[in-house]
């Protein structure tokens, strides 16, 4: 790999020729640039992709409510809380993989391998940016919580995942998509269907970090590193495309038994024809556009939150049945009878409890005509008689 200074400009720190956003190097100050390398604030598609199932989960719950104004304080929450743990998470990695780091041509310029910060630098900031994901950790609700610090052992496990299994990406799907978990605790819901719409994630973070580890398996292969695109060879493209499909079915399921079955089944074809771009893609390339295609996912994620909240926008039709029906019928007379032409005739509360509506109006008319009519019986005790 080779790098590049900023501008030309003698005495400016170097920035790696890999870097996706070098102007936001560039513009900050030479101690900075080593401290946002390390965050990979420059490389904003993991953000984005830890990000992104956050709201997954916040607007999967929403199919079944609709949307709430606290939500508007979740959204930027959440992407605070992405940013903090997102960098801290990569720290944690680059210090685990420091040696590992400094034979791998694409990282080999990493601040740590290329010295431009120390090991105890790195785990103070390391501690800074914890510092501010706890302060987004404590605004959650109490559920939300408990479900975001179960994610810590995934966390701090994930650099060694590497070297004792072949399926580190696996791993890497449990940690980045828990936050739907922390999503749907914190609209208040921990329910089977997120838990499959969970694994559809996991899923898919399989099928993506798979492509992007398509860009090192030389390297990988000459130190030892393991990896799914190493497992799968040749077919890494073909399995990575059914990782997407099995994704999709997993996510179509979910929002079927959440009460969503067209949104789910919309968004969950979208969603799929997303992935087969990508491996067609992949395949015209020869799997050089590896890092291109790795980065069109976070298209992929934001396709499914916008089909979960426009399905938390639109209100939930009524369900449609050949049968009739049951009709509802009042106990008691009536109030009041509907006649043509707006008349109405109503029922008189102060008539005896011995008569109807109708009764009364067919005695009065009876009384009206000199038609002589027997009073009703009152029951009661007979009337005692006087000495």
Partial sequence: MTETDTHGKPGTRAIPADS???????????WMQPYAMLARLDRPVGIWLLYLPCLIGLAFVRMRTGLYLVDLF?????????????????TWNDITDRDFDAQVARTALRPLPSGAVTLREAFIFMGVQLAIGLAVWACLPGDAKLVALAAIPLVAAYPFMKR????????????FNWGVLVGAATAGSLSVPVFIL?????????????????????????????STARL???????????????AAALVALAAAINGSVRAGAVTALAFLAHGLWQAVRLKGSQEQDALAVFKANVWAGAIIVAGFTLAAMLPTPKPRTLFAEHEVVRAGPPEKLALPFGLELKREHHMPRTQTWMASDVLKALDKAGVPVA?????????????
């Fill in 20 to 30: 996706a956003l070098p102007g936001v190097l560039a513009i900050l100050p030479d």
């Fill in 74 to 90: 979740w959204v930027p929450l959440f992407l605070l809380g992405a940013v903090a743990m997102r960098g801290a998470g990569c």
């Fill in 164 to 175: 004792v299994t072949w399926w580190p990406q696996a791993w890497l799907g449990l940690t």
């Fill in 198 to 226: 969970y694994a559809g994630l996991v899923l898919w973070t399989i099928a993506y970090d798979t492509i992007y580890a398509l860009q090192d398996r030389e390297d990988d292969a000459l130190i030892g590193v393991r």
């Fill in 232 to 246: 799968f060879g040749k077919r890494a493209v073909l399995v990575s495309f059914c990782f997407h499909m099995g």
């Fill in 375 to 387: 009073e009703p019986e009152v029951e009661g005790p007979a009337p005692q008689e006087s000495e």
